[in-house]
């Protein structure tokens, strides 16, 4: 099957947040993608004079699939789902119907979770969610692609350096997803550095690899759902076949010097604001040069 993503995520008119930061990069990648937008909002939830747009509900959702599914377009069309930010219990539950006809539908489909929970310890969503999705999202996952803080509401383990880590990615495991991918880690003795680390317990011995970058000051909203799309991307066009270069060093290193070179772009050009991704468009459809890149990922043991 050619590579098609079911994207449902939030929606900005202007900006790059949800689908808005997803769907360009997957397509660049070689991936046609069928988004639907959980919210469709006029900009992003942080800009100072608040926001315009409406909040798709439960039962909209599942309309728009039935749709999909009375003509023949969601039955073994899709190789992946990938859900970002969800707002809502009742969302949330359509959302595992929806992943439930698809491994009726396209039995061999990869789902890739981002839960979108929160950051620097505070939480976006109501606390029941947390609990849905160690409960019952999870099990369902390929791969979940949580930050550090998100991973410490699913685990209960506080993160603190490589070893922690390591245990909150066995805990993740036992929930479910085969892959693990914690992204934007700081540690105390790393300062003004970020870490992403992947464990994959399909490979032998549990392969795990981390890449460590420094971090460009400033605030950029999206690059989660950025990072998201790219692991789901470069996870699916990188295959494990040389042993120079295993698939989650690959993967990492793609991921991690394309992430940089966007919101390097973003910070010349743009400091503070929006997203560059057009302007990036060469960096993200060449890994950003991972070959010769300056950030090189590391295994784990």
Known sequence: MEPRVLSIQSHVVFGYVGNKSAVFPLQTLGFDVDAINSVQFSNHTG????????????????TIVEGLESNGLLNNKHTHLL??????ASFLSAV???????????????????PVLGDNGKLYVPEE????YKKDVLK?????????????????????DMASATTACE???????????ITSMHFEDEDGKLTIMVSDKSLPETARWAVTFDRIEGHYTGTGDLTAALLLAWDHNTSDESPQFPKWKVVLEKVANTMKKVIKKTFETNPGGELRLVQSRKDIE????????????RPIT
């Open 171 to 181: 805990a993740l495991h036992a929930l479910g997803p085969t892959v693990v991918v």
């Open 129 to 132: 969610l947390v609990e849905i």
């Open 286 to 297: 060449g890994g950003g040069g991972w070959e010769s890149g300056t950030i090189n990922a």
């Open 47 to 62: 800009y100072p004079n608040g926001f315009k747009g409406e909040v798709m509900d439960g039962d909209k959702l599942l």
């Open 83 to 88: 859900t970002g930010y969800i707002g809502s």
């Open 96 to 114: 595992l119907q929806i992943i439930n006809k698809l491994k009726t539908t396209s039995p061999d489909f990869k789902y890739v979770c981002d």
């Open 140 to 160: 369902l996952a390929y791969m979940v692609t949580p930050n550090s803080f998100e991973c410490e509401k699913l685990t209960g383990i506080t993160i603190t």
